[in-house]
């Protein structure tokens, strides 16, 4: 086994793990309990290693998702991606959460357009628009979904939704040229692939500097003395 990359996605409610031997994936660990994703993560790196048991010798990178998405889930995705690849010695790569759903999204439906939508509470989401190549059209934004909202685009053709913030979108644009795909969701089954392309092509992070993409600030809720 050589040129392996192990992945890892904690952007939204499922946290998962890859191994990607090139764009082959090898295996992959799932924990659909958002909740657990900060004590299982390592746990399931442990156990994708050791059921795939490869050598840390040929493992060439680790890729992480970078959002937008969770904060929670963000911050404790890259920084365990951050302190593997210190510990191996290898580059670490970071993944568009936003383009890896657009591209799962183009295996699930053929569509004109895709835009991944991500959950960010109430009625907003994380969004952003690309063509039938994956090429963007829109730039990443954090809004709240109107009847309007992608009107440009479902007027020019077929536009696939995809994600988690589909669902309750679905209920707001009611245009026949959208097809909702809620099912989907970020995979690090599918971000391996992606990365091993960046990896091939040189684009890894600074270790040490690189930071989630977290599209708009955390607010934490204090609460007020009476």
Not at 8 to 30: F, K, M, P
Not at 62 to 78: D, E, H, M, N, Q
Not at 106 to 115: L, R
Not at 207 to 220: A, D, G, H, R, T
Request: contains cysteine; proline residues 4%.
């Amino acid at each position: 086994m050589k040129e392996c990359i192990v992945s890892i996605e904690t952007a939204t409610t499922v946290c998962s793990v890859a191994l990607h031997q090139g764009t082959e994936l090898i295996h992959v660990v799932r924990e659909e309990n958002p909740r657990q994703a900060a004590s299982r993560l390592a746990v399931m790196i442990d156990e994708l290693l050791h059921q795939t048991a490869v050598a840390s010798d040929v493992i060439k990178a680790v890729a992480v998702s970078s959002g937008p998405g969770s904060y929670t889930g963000l911050r404790i995705g890259v920084a365990t991606a951050k302190g593997l690849a210190m510990a191996w010695q290898v580059p670490l790569i970071a993944v568009d959460t936003l383009h890896l759903l657009a591209s799962q999204g183009k295996e699930w439906q053929a569509a004109d357009f895709y835009c991944p939508l991500i959950d960010a509470r109430r009625m907003e989401v994380y969004a952003q628009v690309f063509d039938h190549r994956l090429m963007p059209q829109s730039n990443k934004q954090a809004l709240e979904v109107s009847p309007t909202s992608f009107g440009p685009w479902l007027e020019k053709g077929k536009v696939a939704f995809v994600g988690n913030g589909a669902a309750k979108s679905a209920s707001v644009v009611t245009h026949p040229n959208a097809v909702w795909l809620a099912e989907v969701k970020p995979e690090a089954g599918s971000l391996g692939a992606l990365a091993y392309q960046k990896w091939k092509e040189g684009q890894v992070e600074d270790i040490f500097s690189f930071e989630p993409f977290y599209l708009k600030e955390f607010l934490v809720k204090t609460k007020t003395r009476k």
